[in-house]
T-cell receptor
């Protein structure tokens, strides 16, 4: 049973507009959430994270929102740029720290010129 | 400072052959991980090593063994490769911090025929 779900396999957004990527989780023990970005033939790179004690975290053009009651988080990218075209993975940790992350299947974001 | 390095980048094996995937990190991290990524799937944890001298199973450990050779190196061994082990393998490392961030290597693309 998938504990971290990204229900949109792909998303197409015009350059300059807002990209919103969604992620749902089922395990109430998750207390830390991360977003990773992946280009083809490369390893994932860390983008932004949020602790369960917060509901928002911002870093430049990237903002992550967490709704604990709905077990839902989203990544907002404003404004979207061509270099943002990549696969985005949502990941979660259950507080084990060193125990590894649980990943969603990813959303392929395509930024249209 | 190379971060996380993996060798080889590509490998083709016949069913039943064995091989070892190598991973090294130069960030002095305590924890290291092995994940696999299959088409349309997120990354799934195979094994992890929370600290030098310890290893633990992840979500999909069957058919694999690991060795934490020292603090820098964490290898993944396939004793008798099967076509179901065709995948892209990623090694990652982390230090236990508030961000839970993991740093990934570039991956090894393995095909088992």
């Amino acid at each position: 049973d998938q504990q971290v779900k990204q229900n949109s396999p792909s998303l197409s957004v015009q350059e300059g507009r807002i990209s919103i990527l969604n992620c749902d989780y089922t395990n109430s023990m998750f207390d830390y959430f991360l977003w990773y970005k992946k280009y083809p033939a490369e390893g994932p790179t860390f983008l932004i994270s949020i602790s369960s004690i917060k509901d928002k975290n911002e870093d430049g053009r990237f903002t992550v929102f967490l709704n604990k009651s709905a077990k839902h988080l989203s990544l907002h990218i404003v404004p979207s740029q061509p270099g943002d075209s990549a696969v985005y993975f949502c990941a979660a940790s259950d507080g084990g720290g060193a125990d590894g992350l649980t990943f969603g299947k990813g959303t392929h974001l395509i930024i249209q010129p | 400072n190379a971060g996380v390095t993996q060798t080889p980048k590509f490998q083709v094996l016949k069913t039943g052959q064995s091989m070892t995937l190598q991973c090294a990190q130069d960030m002095n991290h305590n924890s290291m991980y092995w994940y696999r990524q299959d088409p349309g799937m997120g990354l799934r944890l195979i094994y992890y090593s929370a600290s030098e001298g310890t290893t633990d199973k992840g979500e999909v450990p069957n058919g694999y063994n690991v060795s934490r050779l020292n603090k820098r190196e964490f290898s993944l061994r396939l004793e008798s490769a099967a076509p179901s082990q065709t995948s892209v393998y990623f090694c990652a490392s982390s230090e236990f911090t508030a961000s839970y961030e993991q740093y990934f290597g570039p991956g090894t693309r393995l095909t088992v025929t």
